[in-house]
């Protein structure tokens, strides 16, 4: 993670690596208006020229009148909205990182085991 107001470098290529004709960028990030959120859930949405990413929580929540039958609420807090040439460099890029990770702690689990009965 790069240090606050000092320029983290992306894309940079050496010299030798470089083609001709091709020119070298300086991307800097500014993080001063970033906001950081949790979600446990997500919806996707899309039209032809966009992704839309709902970002949210799943709370669960007893039915109103119905004790006996929980409701799931989905609160959406955030919504990203990206074109699909963006949207691919992140499932490339998200599906890199959870390959590395199961390659570290073993695989990711899209369910949550049931705990053990006491």
């Known amino acids: 993670m790069a ?3 000092k320029p983290e470098l992306a894309g940079e290529k050496s010299s030798e690596g470089q083609q001709a004709g091709q ?3 300086r991307v800097r990030f500014d993080e001063r208006n970033m906001k950081t959120s949790y ?4 919806r996707t949405n899309s039209t032809p020229e966009e ?4 970002f949210g929580l799943n709370l669960m929540s007893p039915a109103p009148g119905q004790q006996n039958q929980p409701e799931m609420i989905f609160d959406v807090t955030e919504r990203v909205i990206m074109n699909y040439p963006s949207a691919k460099r992140l499932a490339i890029t998200l599906s890199q990182l959870i390959r590395r990770h ?6 990711v689990l899209l369910e949550t085991p049931t705990r053990a009965k006491k």
């Open 39 to 42: 979600a446990n859930g997500f």
């Open 23 to 25: 020119t070298q960028i």
């Open 51 to 54: 992704v839309i990413v709902d």
């Open 3 to 5: 240090e606050k107001n």
């Open 102 to 107: 199961e390659e570290q702690f073993g695989e």
